[in-house]
């Protein structure tokens, strides 16, 4: 079968499946009052009438811990945060399904900047099986329609990365998602009523790496547009094979993962050969329900494509906090580094500072800083990378949502991004350049 054509037929059984998801809760919502939780769309009532959710379905398939704690991959954000999807039950299997996808005209000044409309988001569906033994198997899959957009992806000035035909580096462009963003399989075993171990296998999958993925950190998800802190802090998030082992104990986990370290190819269709040449291990810390901390390290062969001969190390540290405002409010911020060492010693810093507050049903609003040390931006007298520079981000942003259905919301937005340039690039740049976008969204959640 042609990858456009499995492509299609994937994601119309999602669909479907997320389409009879939604009416089983309309159901269920016209026969139970609207839960006052502050995580209402998980609670118990919420199930489809005829079935009987398990008594501990709303904790983590990691552990004893509330699921509102797992963010993508294996990582953690703040208790208080929110785990959306649409919760049935099949026979002894839980299923969540939730869906996000953006439609986004996007503007960048300058000489180095373009115009591009474009598709984003995701989908993913979650099937979950409880032993009577404690443990339980989680499998999990996450679809994208980046590919959609062209192998070059969508303008974003400083962003650099990855290649869209194999020869030439991606510059000034956030390169497209794979349409296979996860295929996953995690198996937990809960040891006491505090303690659990787990494992993790992904083609592909998350290896156990700096925050969670910036299209699921509450702080950042509502912005279409793509950090450019991205390759320092989370471009692991897409790998084609990782195994991760990992013990939890109470607020605190311990993990560690064997993953390819070569990003993936330029071919976003298909699935990548994988390797187990690479390493990481991360650690985190969750003191309260409003805070979340983690810090990790990862030994990476070859990732770049253009660069074989390359390794490189990375650190990250992270801290976020959220917290709830009234019944369906929240404000989550993040503030993170990164940090990329390669094979010559060479290292290239990564600061990110964002925050979105969602005070109510109908409004978002989000902004982010950021700044980084790149050499990528100019290519080098014999190609590679060139000079280093220190360049700096800000956007602000905010998006409307309308309620259509109990479960579905259409949203319209905007942001407005400023860029900071050292003087030696203001002349290829036209001095300080700045962006915008204009999004519609559908989510299903």
Known sequence: MAPHTLAGALAGVSLLALAHAATAQDHAHHQAAPAADPHAGHDMADMPAASHAPAHAMTSPYGPWPMSRDASGTSWQPDSGEHAGIHTIRGDWTVMTHALLNLTYDTQSGPRGGDKTFVSGM??????????DGSTLNLRAMLSPDPLMGKSGYPLLLAAGETANGVDPLVDRQHPHDFFMELSASYSKQLTEKDSVYGYIGLPGEPAFGPPAFMHRMSAMDSPEAPITHHWLDSTHIVFGVTTLGWAHDRFKIETSAFKGREPDEERWGIDKPKLDSWSVR?????TADWSFQASYADVSAPEQLEPDEDETKWSASAIHTRRLGETGWWSSTLAWGRKTNSHDESKDGWLLESAVHPNDRWTVFARAERIETDELVPGD??????????GKASLGAVRDWRIAPRVRLGLGALYAVNRVPDALEPIYGGDPDGGMIFMRLKID
């Open 382 to 391: 014999h190609g590679g990378h060139g000079p280093l520079y220190t360049v």
């Open 123 to 132: 989908l993913m569906t979650t099937a979950r099986r409880d032993f009577d």
């Open 283 to 287: 650690g985190s810390w969750n003191p």
